[in-house]
Nanobody, 121 residues
Framework: HVQLVESGGGSVQAGGSLRLSCVDS????????MGWFRQRPGKEREVVAT???????SFAEPVKGRFTISKDNAKKSLYLQMNNLKPEDSGMYYC????????????????WGQGTQVTVS
């Protein structure tokens, strides 16, 4: 079974940076789909950034130009570099992995980490 663990969250001043990491410690290989999601207070969980096995990346509009997603397939790890953080970025950040659904032509994020808190003030 899959076990995902996030790290790197914390508190930072507005304009500062954080780097989040996620490692899959319970699977024999990496997944096709890897992404970061967040849940801000009073809001539903939302996608932040994703990267697929072919290197294709996508970013939510509010973080474009500020966040960068990267991965290390050999280490089965995923990273999120967050720069120029804003108070509205505060929330719980989760990594998620899953297979590509060919029928839906999209990713099925089945496996989730426990989350890491990001607070920007």
């Amino acid at each position: 079974h899959v076990q995902l663990v996030e790290s790197g969250g914390g508190s930072v001043q507005a304009g500062g940076s954080l780097r989040l990491s996620c490692v899959d410690s319970g699977h024999t290989r990496g997944w096709y789909c890897m992404g970061w999601f967040r849940q801000r207070p009073g809001k539903e969980r939302e996608v932040v950034a994703t990267v697929e096995d072919d290197g294709t990346t996508s970013f939510a509009e509010p973080v474009k130009g500020r966040f960068t997603i990267s991965k290390d397939n050999a280490k089965k790890s995923l990273y999120l570099q967050m720069n120029n953080l804003k108070p509205e970025d505060s929330g719980m950040y989760y990594c998620a992995f899953g297979p590509l659904s060919l029928a839906a032509r999209d990713c099925d994020y089945k496996f989730w980490g426990q989350g890491t808190q990001v607070t920007v003030s």
